[in-house]
């Protein structure tokens, strides 16, 4: 399965917003809504952050939000802290379970 | 709470196989989908299938297909993953996550994951 694109790492400063872009293609990304984001620290079993492209679990801060259009979705967060210096890695749905690709996975610094 | 407790760190050498099981509480485990994922050291995750634990229906990625087999037992809430004809390329923590209940791809609870190491 391919993975879906992702830059390799972003940064920030404390209070600033990042970006972090998941790239497919019709076939997957494109062509369904069911996209979600996760974050994953060193040592630590991955988190659900947003599902459903841009749909946030209770519990998780509204600083996270999710976006798509066309073949690429996103995941964008706001007011940075410490705390989110982590992996983050997006999922996509692609039409049967044969195939179910994640991105690669960006790993957020924060300055 | 919901919990996905995960079987021991396993070391195997290449051919062989490996068995690692996910012990679900805090839900009812035949309501709600079970994914496996795994991942590589310094790599990302990878989707390699995933069970209903209802009625044992699987769904595996193609890259498994003919390697992998999950199945359950309901009476334990238990989900077992094996993959055999291990290669040094399989050494990898392996993940049971829940599936949201939602459709398409989503996992709202993690087990703690699986070591498997495979070294000759």
């Known amino acids: 399965q391919s993975a879906l694109t992702q830059p390799r790492s972003v940064s920030g400063s404390p209070g600033q917003s990042v970006t972090i872009s998941c790239t497919g293609t019709i076939s997957d990304v494109g062509g369904y809504n069911s996209v979600s984001w996760y974050q994953q620290h060193p040592g630590k079993a991955p988190k659900l952050l947003i599902f459903d492209v841009s749909k946030r679990p209770s519990g998780v801060p509204d600083r996270f939000s999710g976006s798509k259009s066309g073949n690429t979705a996103s995941l964008t967060i706001s007011g940075l802290q410490a705390e989110d210096e982590a992996d983050y890695y997006c999922w996509s749905y692609a039409g049967s379970y044969i195939l179910a690709p994640f991105g690669g996975g960006t790993r957020l610094t924060v300055l | 709470q919901v919990q996905l407790v995960h079987s021991g760190a396993e070391v195997k050498k290449p051919g062989a196989s490996v068995r690692v099981s996910c012990l679900a509480s805090?839900?009812?485990?035949?309501?709600?989908?079970l994914y496996w994922v795994r991942q590589a050291p310094g790599q990302g995750l990878e989707f390699m299938g995933r069970?209903?634990?209802?009625?044992?229906?699987?769904n595996y990625a193609q890259k498994f297909q003919g390697r992998v087999t999950m199945t359950r037992d309901t009476s334990i809430s238990t989900a077992y993953m094996n993959l055999n004809s291990l290669t040094s390329d399989d050494t990898a923590v392996y993940y049971c996550a829940r599936d949201c209940g939602v459709g398409g791809v989503c996992s709202d609870f993690w087990g703690q994951g699986t070591l498997v190491i495979v070294s000759a």
């Open positions: 805090g839900y009812t485990f035949t309501g709600h989908y």
């Open positions: 069970i209903n634990p209802n009625n044992g229906d699987t």
